[in-house]
């Protein structure tokens, strides 16, 4: 609707509203008046515009037309140089109508000729006939303006550029048809609009006057005259309403008649029901009420079903109901899901076919919990984990309670079972149980391994120094190699069994384990009919660890594959990036993981044995140790890592760890130095203090040490160290370098030592040793104090390339 702001607005919004909706008649003169407005206006536009375009496109022709004329009239003037022919022929272009300037320029933008006299001779400036110079030799328009129409077209002379012809034609003239084609056409316009409104003037008078008789008709049938008629006698459209209105009137009055003898007869019946009704509302008053308390039982049932319904969906635990007999009513989402039992499916069905549990081996079938909780008539759960065996054969650990259900009399009609998925948290408990009954042996393993190796320096050391003193050709040299190398065995045998030890924590570093993988997968290897597939993620996360120890582990799992496929074989490695939450049925933290999976397909692992292939010393290999997997358990435990094993009797194994991939804090590493520059810096007389509580340890690492040229102090404890070094100082005869024991039982150890002693004398040189070779203080002994570190047992050469390397890196500083 066409909107009129403020008031003059609304008035005159006002006025043409009452002006159109006031009579039919002006709608009709009105409405073809504004329609032949708006056809002619239509008209005369169309054709001012398709005018337009003619005129303009005509002015282009006209002006190109002349350009290309004088173009070709100028090549022999233009060749010849003739300045005075070419401004005759630009002269003879003056008269053609609506001429602005006709000009001759040179390529090089002088005016060879012109219409007005005064520019020839002169060179063009303005930016358009630059423009003209510097682009394309084509016929162009140069300026785009609707006052005129600027067209140059090129000269050439065996197709050589040789000038240009430029002209410029007014569009006066075509603005003025334009105005005098309008000025018409509004007449025109007029013209229609005048004789449409007479012909719609005779036109609405006719249909007017019939419309105005209806309506007479209509007013006296309102006031209540139902014997006037229609005397309209048409044979359009109006006279057939004229017919139906009469025709109308007719059958009204026919009905009205019938209506007063209907309403007699209504009033009779009318007495009759309302004696009826009083009587039924009497009724009906007492049944109001018994639907109304049916209705409010029948709303209070339906809200405690769906309450129930809702509970029973909600809950994290499976419930199952059944009857007095057993058979089963109702089973929720959850206990659905566990059992592989729909509602339609279970219900009617016994209990015992539903819910079967077994023992958490799987060796025998559980008491009917029906039973139980029916005799025992209370709250009573199973008191130990059990198996649930679902219907597809699955089995999960569950816990469950049961209880019986009673009526408002306290009978039992039932029972309720609630149970949950306790597979998570049984696998956990597992792992928590492993790794305390590791470190129970670890703890046994890192005291046996620590004593061992005091026992393996004394032997090593003493077995060095027997080879040195004996020549090379006495007939007990092999019989000393052979001890030699037996005690080296039994190092690495100890190395083993402190891995259980809190003392064999991990050097953690960050490091590529793709790469790890890779080096042990081709060692491991080598020389094997086994053929291993990588499958590395491209993107996998660099992992902190302690490189040894997780090479051990590949080596371990590796090895334990191989001797599973003694035909050959395919290994399948695979390494990937783990996110793991809170939500995932692993014993881990919630962080980042790099999670590596090892797969054979060889004899595979009895059932009866896979839960004990981490237990130390369990194999069921002829010749194996049983280290070799609790180890690797061991391991990865102390990486905060975990580690899992799957097995398939005749089908394969899968080993999967996960190693947080979160980088660690740098190490220390020591530095290296060769074997000459150790002996330039053994220098004759320095003097060594050893502190040790072990007798035979005192002594063989006292004779290795003279040996070289040394001279050898002793103390069993880090109080008896201390006075010897002080007494050194004050009598300007000081100690070089101390070895100090880590731990000595019943005394200070080298701990404790080495703060005190670096209190006394700052530039005190301090070498650590231990039998807890893995000792968090051996791999970062700078960060205590010490200057070097060598574990035992330890051989000859090693003491001394480790003592000459602290006294040279010592002197250096």
């Not at 190109?64 to 003739?82: F, K, T």
């Not at 930016?127 to 110079?133: F, G, K």
């Not at 993620?537 to 997780?550: E, H, S, V, Y």
């Not at 880590?742 to 209190?759: D, F, H």
Request: proline share 4%; glycine share 8%; charged share 20%.
């Amino acid at each position: 609707m066409i909107s009129f702001p403020g008031k003059y607005g609304r008035w005159t919004g006002h006025f043409f509203r009452q002006l159109w909706a006031g009579s039919i008649r002006r709608q009709l003169i009105l409405g073809i008046t504004l329609v032949h407005a708006v056809l002619m206006t239509i008209f005369v536009v169309d054709l001012v515009s398709r005018q337009r375009v003619f005129l303009h496109q005509q002015s282009l022709r006209s002006t190109l037309a002349l350009a290309q004329s004088l173009a070709a009239n100028s090549v022999s003037w233009v060749l010849a140089g003739d300045v005075v022919g070419l401004e005759e022929v630009v002269r003879s272009q003056r008269d053609f109508p609506g001429l602005r300037y006709a000009m001759i320029l040179s390529p090089e933008g002088r005016v060879l000729g012109h219409s007005e006299d005064q520019h020839t001779g002169l060179y063009v400036s303005d930016p358009v006939s630059l423009s003209l110079l510097e682009g394309t030799p084509t016929i162009r328009q140069l300026v785009e303006d609707p006052g005129v129409v600027d067209m140059a077209a090129p000269i050439y002379a065996n197709e050589r550029l040789i000038g240009w012809a430029r002209v410029a034609i007014s569009r006066e003239e075509i603005s003025s048809g334009l105005k005098n084609i309008t000025r018409d056409g509004l007449w025109y316009t007029f013209f229609a609009i005048a004789l449409g409104s007479v012909f719609a003037l005779f036109m609405a008078r006719g249909l007017t006057r019939a419309l105005n008789h209806l309506v007479q008709v209509a007013e006296r049938i309102r006031g209540g005259d139902d014997q006037v008629r229609s005397q309209l006698d048409r044979p359009d459209e109006l006279g057939r309403l004229s017919e139906t209105l009469n025709a109308t009137l007719d059958t009204v009055v026919a009905q009205k008649q019938e209506l007063l003898t209907a309403r007699r007869d209504q009033d009779r019946t009318l007495q009759e029901l309302q004696k009826t009704v009083r009587s039924m509302e009497e009724v009906n008053e007492c049944l109001n009420m018994e639907v109304e308390l049916r209705r409010q039982t029948e709303e209070y049932l339906a809200k405690e079903k769906e309450q129930l319904a809702v509970t029973l969906a909600s809950i994290a635990e499976g419930v199952i109901t059944t009857d007095l007999t057993g058979r089963v009513i109702l089973l929720n989402r959850v206990a659905a899901a566990l059992t592989g039992w729909s509602q339609e499916e279970a219900t009617g069905l016994p209990l015992a076919e539903i819910f079967r549990v077994v023992t958490m081996d799987g060796s025998s079938p559980c008491a009917d919990p029906f039973q139980r909780i029916l005799e025992q008539g209370r709250i009573a759960n199973t008191g130990g984990d059990l198996q649930l065996v679902a219907r597809d054969g699955s089995r999960r650990a569950i816990a469950e309670t049961g209880a019986p259900i009673r009526d408002a009399r306290l009978r039992t009609i039932g029972i309720v079972l609630v149970f949950r998925d306790a597979t998570a948290e049984h696998q956990i408990h597992e792992q928590i149980f492993k790794m305390r009954k590791l470190e129970s042996v670890g703890v046994l393993a890192g005291g046996i391994a620590h004593d061992f190796n005091n026992m393996l320096t004394g032997i090593l050391g003493n077995l060095n120094l027997a080879r040195i003193y004996l020549p090379m050709d006495n007939q007990a040299r092999p019989l000393l190699d052979s001890a030699e190398q037996a005690s080296l065995r039994a190092r690495a045998l100890t190395q083993q069994l402190l891995t259980f030890s809190k003392g064999g924590e991990p050097v953690r570093q960050q490091a590529s384990l793709a790469e790890l993988i890779r080096e042990t997968c081709d060692f491991v290897l080598a020389g094997s009919s086994i053929r291993v597939q990588l499958d590395l993620a491209p993107d996998l996360a660099p992992a902190a660890i302690d490189k040894g120890q997780i090479g051990q582990v590949l080596q371990n799992i590796l090895l334990n594959a191989i001797q599973a496929m003694p035909g050959g074989g395919i290994i399948q490695l695979r390494a990937e990036n783990h996110h793991h939450t809170p939500d995932a049925p692993l014993a881990l933290p919630t962080g980042d993981y790099v999670k590596v999976t090892v797969q054979d397909n060889g004899v595979g692992i009895p059932a009866e044995y896979l839960p004990r292939i981490f237990d130390p010393y369990f194999t069921t290999k002829q010749h194996g140790s049983g280290l070799g997997l609790a180890i690797t358990h061991s391991i990865i435990s102390k990486h905060e890592g975990l580690i899992q094993a799957e097995s398939t009797p005749g089908k394969g194994t899968t080993l999967t760890f996960y190693l947080p991939s979160r980088p660690a804090a740098p190490g220390v590493q020591a530095t290296a130095i060769t074997h000459a520059e150790d002996q330039l810096c053994a220098a004759s007389g320095s003097r060594v203090l050893i502190m040790d509580d072990e007798p035979m340890i005192r002594e063989v690492a006292g004779k290795m040490l003279e040996r070289a040229g040394y001279e050898v102090l002793y103390a069993v404890d880090g109080e008896e160290a201390l006075a010897q070094y002080r007494t050194g100082m004050e009598i300007s005869h000081p100690i070089d370098l101390v070895i100090m024991d880590l731990t000595i039982p019943g005394g200070m150890g080298g701990q404790e030592a080495v703060g005190k002693l670096m209190a006394l004398d700052p530039a005190a040189r301090v070498i650590v040793s231990s039998g807890y070779a893995n000792d968090p203080v051996m791999s970062r002994y700078q960060d205590y104090g010490f200057l070097g570190c060598i574990g035992k047992p330890y051989e000859m050469q090693s003491l001394l390339d480790e003592v000459a390397r602290v006294l040279r890196l010592t002197r250096r500083n």
